[in-house]
């Protein structure tokens, strides 16, 4: 089983739609990450956070560390922010452990 | 360069043929890590470099492959005897310290034909 679970799998939108994917990851994970990946492209980092919230242009990420659980939030969508995120938990010895990633389709 | 490097961005080997990726991370970054992504699929652990040092190399699927990063800078991921399931991207990430943002690399997607 693994340790970060996104949802959803898939998510389509129109441009201006407020969207919102869900992370979930288990004990022993001390941070997030939140990533970007466009197809054929590497993966850009878009927010580390071990609490809180935090927030960078259209972009929202907040953590409940009681729940475990991570949102990352994008407000008046465009189709540009159509891409693949990915949600990534820090462990003990300091590697990632990634969720599935959602696949973000903003429609124009 | 400002951000981490791999080359090739793209890798082509015949099944059986031997491979190397490499990754040169931001200048000074101390963690180096490595991980494997099959199509559709979210990215997997490979290995972990702190310095020169390969503190966890948990994640390699098998002998055949082998990573090191002899000066603690530039890292080589090596493939021996490839195989079909070999077929990824590979990316190569760093951070400056524990505990800090990782920076991602573009990849180099192996094929394996």
């Known amino acids: 089983k693994n340790e970060v679970e996104q949802s959803p799998q898939n998510l389509t939108a129109q441009e201006g739609e407020f969207i919102t994917i869900n992370c979930s990851y288990s004990?022993?994970?001390?941070?997030l990450h939140w990533l970007q990946q466009h197809p054929g492209g590497g993966i850009v980092s878009l927010f580390m956070l071990s609490s809180g919230k935090k927030k960078h242009g259209r972009l929202i990420a907040t953590i409940n560390i009681q729940e475990k659980h991570s949102s990352l939030h994008i407000t008046a969508s465009h189709p540009r922010d159509s891409a693949v995120y990915i949600c990534a938990g820090k462990a003990a010895g300091n590697k990632l452990t990634f969720g599935g990633g959602t696949r973000v389709l903003v429609k124009p | 360069g400002a951000g981490v490097s791999q080359s090739p961005r793209y890798k082509v080997a015949k099944r059986g043929q031997d491979v190397a990726l490499r990754c040169d991370p931001i200048s000074g970054h101390v963690s180096l890590f490595w991980y494997q992504q099959a199509l559709g699929q979210g990215p997997e652990f490979l290995t972990y470099f702190q310095n020169e040092a390969q503190l966890d190399k948990s994640g390699l699927p098998s002998d055949r492959f082998f990573a090191e990063r002899p000066e603690g800078s530039v890292s080589t991921l090596k493939i021996q005897r490839t195989q079909q399931e070999d077929s990824a991207v590979y990316l190569c990430?760093?951070?400056?310290?524990?505990?800090?943002?990782?920076?991602f690399g573009q990849g180099t997607r192996l094929t394996v034909v």
């Open positions: 004990v022993g994970i001390s941070a």
């Open positions: 990430a760093s951070s400056p310290f524990l505990n800090t943002e990782a920076f």
